[in-house]
């Protein structure tokens, strides 16, 4: 039989322990065992659905069909929607650059971008006409869905970002910061030492912390450095490196990017790393590659890697206010005026979970990049 990650996995932890970066990184992203290489891990909220959670929190059992997880396009059409005319809104402000790259960072079922397409063909055919998209991904699983989602339109696809070609572009990114590679260091003996994944004598999978101050120490705010003993706290490079790259080619190109993930908007110490599988939770280090694991989004972090890459930066707001200033009550009332009861239901439960503090209102936040400048970008002005 092949070797599976977990064997995979226990045989480098035989060598020595390895960084959660290094373990989130391998979980998720390894070439042919990785989560995220090997699966939808996407669930679908059947018709008439009530009660069912936001993406990332256990679902009350029966919710939800299928899958890991549930995100924001999936509960509702009417999140593409609002995110195509803020982008079409966007274009305008932008001097209305043609063509310019329509751009999406992991994808998932490229339901997001084909209810933001659907609805700027209708409403803005002048930017429909003048995009070209781009889908960042790296799920041949996923891909097969996006183009199945996507039939009818030109679209690309790119490994990485580095990859996209040059030129003015405006960007969306839902969910896809939560599942890069963050560091978690402890606070020990007054030093801020690496926290690592190795073996326990039992021969299982156990944290450990480093014998050493960890370099990335550094990256911490003052007020999160000083957090008593035995703190945790996160700190991840790629994301900063992730939005840092985007924001070059922002500044350089013109365009601007909407981030959109669960997460916190200012530092602070605590353990945000989380498995979820068939929308439980589940634990951390066990069934490596069965599971999805992601950390709460350190949206400070993001905003200071943007500002010092040459970009502005607007928000972070919680999803709720930002859909709500789009219009989202608008619309769902527009939509329900056309709807069968059943349809109705389910119009008004997906603007719940998308808008309510105690679903995905609050927990999500949404960040704005754009030209330094540029007084204010839609959704982020009441
Ligand atoms: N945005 C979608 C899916 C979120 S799940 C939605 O809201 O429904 C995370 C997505 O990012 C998946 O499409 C996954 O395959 C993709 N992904 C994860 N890591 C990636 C990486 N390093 N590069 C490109 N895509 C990645």
Redesign the pocket.
């Known amino acids: 039989m092949s070797e599976s990650l977990e064997d995979l996995l226990r045989r480098r932890l035989e060598l020595g322990p390895i960084t959660v970066a290094d373990y989130m990184r391998l979980a998720?992203?390894h070439p042919t065992l990785g989560y995220?290489r090997t699966r939808d891990?996407?669930g679908g909220v059947p018709d008439s659905a009530a009660g069912a959670v936001p993406s990332a929190l256990p679902a009350v059992a029966g919710a939800v069909a299928g899958g890991d997880f549930v995100?924001?396009?999936?509960c509702s059409q009417m999140f593409g929607e609002l995110l195509g005319l803020w982008s079409a809104h966007v274009w305008g402000l932008l001097g209305q650059p043609d063509p310019i790259g329509f751009v999406e960072?992991?994808?998932?079922?490229g339901?997001?971008m084909a209810d933001a397409l659907r609805a700027v063909r209708l409403v803005a055919p002048g930017f429909h006409a003048a995009l070209r998209v781009h889908l960042?991904?790296?799920?041949p699983v996923?891909r097969t869905r996006q183009a199945k989602a996507l039939e009818g339109e030109a679209v690309e696809w790119h490994e990485?970002l580095t990859d996209l070609p040059p030129g003015p572009f405006i960007l969306l990114a839902?969910?896809?910061l939560d599942?890069?590679p963050i560091h978690q260091l402890v606070k020990r003996e007054g030093q801020w030492r690496e926290r690592q994944v190795g073996l326990t004598e039992a021969g299982d999978f156990g944290f450990q912390i480093g014998k050493t101050a960890s370099p990335l120490a550094r990256l911490l705010t003052p007020e999160v450095a000083q957090a008593p003993e035995t703190s945790i706290a996160e700190v991840s490079p790629t994301i900063r490196g992730t939005v840092a790259a985007i924001s070059r080619r922002l500044a350089h190109y013109g365009g601007a990017a909407l981030l959109i993930d669960y997460g916190y908007a200012e530092a602070a110490a605590g353990d945000s790393l989380q498995a979820v599988r068939r929308h439980q939770y589940h634990p951390v280090l066990q069934d490596p590659g069965e599971a999805d694991l992601t950390a709460h989004v350190d949206f400070s972090a993001v905003g200071a890697a943007a500002r010092m890459s040459g970009v502005d930066v607007h928000g972070p707001i919680e999803q709720g206010a930002f859909l709500t200033r789009l219009g989202i009550l608008e619309r769902a009332q527009r939509l329900v005026r056309d709807a069968d009861a059943a349809k109705a239901h389910d119009l008004v439960e997906g603007m719940h979970r998308l808008i309510a503090p105690d679903r995905m209102g609050s927990l999500f936040k949404v960040i704005g990049l754009g030209p330094v400048g540029l007084s204010a970008l839609p959704g982020f002005v009441s």
């Open positions: 998720l992203g995220y891990p996407l995100t924001a396009p999936e960072l992991g994808p998932g079922r339901t997001l960042v991904e790296t799920s996923l990485r839902n969910e896809f599942a890069l």
